[in-house]
């Protein structure tokens, strides 16, 4: 039995089987317990608030441990924060710190569960409320905030409250290195999706000399800002730098790996991405069969977080030609995704767009709009319509319905990507690649100086990119060739 409940002695006698089960590891069992040890939990005498408070968010956290891709689970863990959230109210009040700490707990649930509106929507008032005690923590909260709107696609609204939070950690004394490197990896992240390329790398930069300072204590952080910085040059085309700092992060999480598999397994699999990118078909296929291997082994096999490794290797293998081994892991990862999340989560969306652009690449039009418009659907539905991946979609749609010999309803799903990716000021390669689908199908149906001023819109899109790494370059020869026919 669990030294919690042994402290409580014989105030709740009753709840023992609770914490038998969270001992055993029963998620079952605790589902079937909790609604009624729940009433317990908060009939727990007043004088014992603070423990009860203690009690309630340890059980919360031991929940979630189990839960997985249990639904249940997570309701029922969210409840215990809700319960450990009553006492704080009714002990400190509803303008305490404890009430904002409570309420970033709760928001951190929300975001887990892809509940990014309500967990925006909690951490807000948690940072009102650290900003009315003028509480040393509001750099903490702007950036929860931020970063759930980045997850909404709403990039422009995160940037000042990062920047804020960024430079709330420089002004403290003594100054917290890891949580203002852990700042600027957020604002570098936003400022990636906000295609401000030169302050994004910057800051990235400056996170990860802050990280390296700290020395090897700081190994698992800096094997993410590594990683982050290299996602950054590897949309810039400046694929070898990347692959260095890809092969720097990975060493450190190979050095961690037994206390960490999980982020082996992603570091793996990113430098798999890289390799395929590169052409290195046989050793990124390598390296994303053992990332497969990796982590099926730390998480299990219905586990969600196995989803982008079964998906990337399908990407992979699609490109390769290789469509039975593609199909069946494209399948496998939608049923361990569906089971897992349920129909209408994002990764099914991914999944659903990724394996249309492996159909539409052999020619099987019909089977990739069938899997484009729910993925759309989904994307609306959860992102709204703008939103990076829900434009990205329409614009995979927009090719589809043109290769099937829709132009008309091809021009509109091509024109709603373009003015949502304009908005967002993302993805300028996928923007211009919009407009010069546009381009096409206006010359096509014989407006030429239309098309023109399209294709032109998109070359000056791709000219903006860095042309010194090579970027920009490449980017504009390859849409040229794609769509010089429009001129």
């Excluded at 509480?135 to 609204?157: I, M, N, P, R």
Aim: proline share 3%.
């Amino acid at each position: 039995m669990l030294i919690l409940w042994l402290a409580w002695g014989p105030v709740l006698a009753a709840s023992d089987p609770l914490g038998e089960a969270l001992e055993n590891g029963d998620l079952a069992q605790v589902i079937q317990l909790w609604p009624a040890q729940r009433e317990v939990w908060l009939s727990v005498p007043s004088s014992r608030s603070e423990e009860a408070i203690a009690a309630l968010v340890q059980i919360a956290e031991r929940i979630t441990d189990l839960a997985g891709a249990d639904e249940r689970g997570w309701e029922a863990a969210e409840s215990a924060l809700q319960a450990a959230q009553e006492w704080r109210e009714r002990r400190f009040g509803t303008s305490s710190l404890e009430t904002a700490q409570g309420l970033t707990m709760l928001s951190d649930v929300a975001f887990t569960r892809g509940r990014f509106h309500q967990a925006e929507l909690l951490e807000r008032r948690s940072l009102a409320l650290r900003r009315a005690l003028g509480s040393s923590s509001v750099a903490t909260s702007l950036e929860g905030v931020g970063l759930c709107l980045l997850q909404q696609g709403k990039s422009g609204d995160a940037e000042p409250l990062l920047e804020e939070a960024v430079q709330l950690h420089r002004r403290q004394q003594p100054q917290d290195s890891e949580s203002l490197a852990e700042a600027l990896n957020s604002l570098a992240e936003c400022l990636r999706l906000r295609t401000d390329f030169d302050k994004s790398e910057s800051s990235f930069r400056e996170a990860l000399v802050l990280v390296k300072a700290r020395g090897e204590a700081s190994n698992a952080q800096a094997a993410r800002v590594a990683n982050n910085l290299a996602g950054l040059l590897k949309d810039q085309g400046r694929l070898a730098e990347a692959e260095d700092l890809l092969r720097q992060s990975l060493s450190w999480r190979e050095a961690n790996a037994s206390q960490d598999p999980v982020a082996l397994a992603v570091g793996l699999l990113n430098l798999a991405e890289l390799l395929r990118l590169e052409g290195e078909g046989s050793d990124a296929e390598a390296l994303y069969r053992r990332s497969l291997l990796v982590a099926e082994a730390a998480l299990g096999a219905e586990h969600p977080d196995l989803v982008p490794h079964l998906a990337q290797l399908a990407v992979l293998l699609a490109e390769q030609d290789r469509a039975s081994e593609s199909e069946a892991l494209f399948t496998r990862a939608l049923s361990v995704a569906e089971k897992s999340s349920g129909p209408e989560h994002p990764i099914v969306a991914q999944i659903a767009h990724d394996q249309a652009r492996a159909l539409m690449s052999r020619g099987r039009i019909a089977a990739a709009l069938l899997l484009l418009q729910r993925a759309l659907a989904i994307r609306t539905l959860v992102f709204g319509a703008e939103h990076f991946d829900t434009a990205l979609t329409e614009l995979e749609l927009a090719r589809a319905l043109r290769a099937s010999g829709k132009p008309v309803e091809s021009r509109t799903h091509a024109e709603t990507a373009v003015n949502a990716l304009a908005l967002l000021r993302a993805y300028p390669e996928s923007h211009a690649d919009a407009l010069g689908l546009l381009a096409d199908l206006d010359r096509a149906k014989g407006d030429r100086a239309l098309a023109e001023r399209e294709l032109r819109a998109a070359i000056e899109i791709v000219e903006g990119l860095r042309p010194e790494s090579g970027g920009g370059e490449r980017a504009r020869a390859e849409l040229v060739a794609r769509h010089a026919s429009s001129y």
